[in-house]
């Protein structure tokens, strides 16, 4: 039996789900990533079948595309919650500088502020 065709169980009898083997899926079974690349979410569909490779270590889980949903761009509801989240993660609590980049959780503060007392508050 060719390597080829050791995973190649469209019927689903040896793997519980049919299983293909890598570039050997047939057209209309997508991955997550695929439909993601076309703007398609699985929605609520189960897993269609799956395709095996590196020796069957690799597995991934396709989704058919006639049952994909269109992705749904988030909410304004989503979006503000983001951007709060966004403001709050980038902005010194110490000063109150917003940033244009996170404040490092590991000093709860900016550069700035951890520098300075760093440098000040001489304990003596
Ligand atoms: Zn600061």
Redesign the pocket.
């Known amino acids: 039996m060719s390597y080829l065709a050791k995973y190649d169980d469209p019927t689903g009898d040896r793997f519980g789900i049919p299983t293909f083997n890598y570039r050997f899926a047939p057209s209309g079974l997508c991955t997550r990533r695929q439909l993601a690349a076309k703007g398609l979410t699985p929605g609520r569909q189960p897993i269609a079948a799956q395709i095996l490779w590196r020796r069957g270590k690799r597995v991934a889980y396709l989704f058919r595309e006639d049952l994909a949903r269109p992705k749904r761009p988030p909410t304004d509801a989503q979006l503000a919650a983001l951007s709060k989240a966004w403001v709050a993660n980038s902005t ?6 917003e940033y244009g980049h996170y ?1 490092p959780r590991s000093l709860g ?6 520098e300075r007392t760093d440098t000040e508050g001489d304990p003596l």
């Open positions: 010194c609590p110490t000063c109150g500088t404040i503060e900016c550069l700035n502020c951890h």
